[in-house]
């Protein structure tokens, strides 16, 4: 299904998720909110 290279997005209010499944800060994208 994936190749190599290959980027998934995830999204969540919780980066604690993301931190617990493995993740390092700085492999997580923190985008501007919206006004």
């Not at 299904?1 to 923190?30: D, M, P």
């Amino acid at each position: 299904w994936l190749a190599a290279g290959s980027k998934i997005i995830v999204t969540t209010r919780n980066k604690e998720v993301l931190l617990q499944h493995g993740l390092q800060e700085e492999e997580i994208y923190f985008p501007e909110g919206l006004n």
